[in-house]
């Protein structure tokens, strides 16, 4: 038989450590469970948001936490590195995004965007991708009923204005602000 035998200084290290990774996924458990995300990605600001249960109806300019639906645009669209890996259908991440138009509103894409007739800030569309892949916008047309349109004010956003609107039952909540900053 071999006897390991571990230096006090050893089983010290070996304790403080087990003691910070307990900590660590206790904290990342209870931040999770609690309706907390980081949002790495340039469309919002970078940081510590919560996800505000939604006790009402999704309204033209909430900022919401939204899981898009699993298909094959948003599969290419993660293929592609757009979206992040996470818990949605999919295996992707929620979405941070600004709810541009609900059910009945009409979108008009040529360019920039146009809802119901009036122009939507920063919503101009690029042909191509950073990387230069092409990018398709979409067509445009009438919301659906229970569909949302998605936009945010980032110019190289990944958003309705190129995968149309999305079922408003991947809806989360509210996106709040807990501890943000912008680069």
Known sequence: MIVVEIRPQTKATLQLLSFAVTIAVLVLAAGWFGGYRINMTPSYPLGLWRIQPLTRGVRVDDRIFICPPDNDVFRS????????????????????????????????INGSVKIDGISLPHSLTVPMDAQRRPLTSF????????????????????????????????VLGLAQEVFTYVP
Do not use: N
């Open 139 to 170: 067509s445009g047309g009438v919301i659906p009923p229970g569909f949302v349109f998605l936009h945010s004010g980032f110019v190289g956003s990944y958003d309705s204005r190129y995968f149309g609107p999305i079922p408003q039952s991947g």
């Open 77 to 108: 669209a993660k293929a592609r590195g757009y979206l992040r890996d996470g818990l949605c259908p999919g295996g992707s991440g929620p979405l941070i995004k600004t709810v541009a138009a609900t059910a009945g509103q009409r979108v008009e």
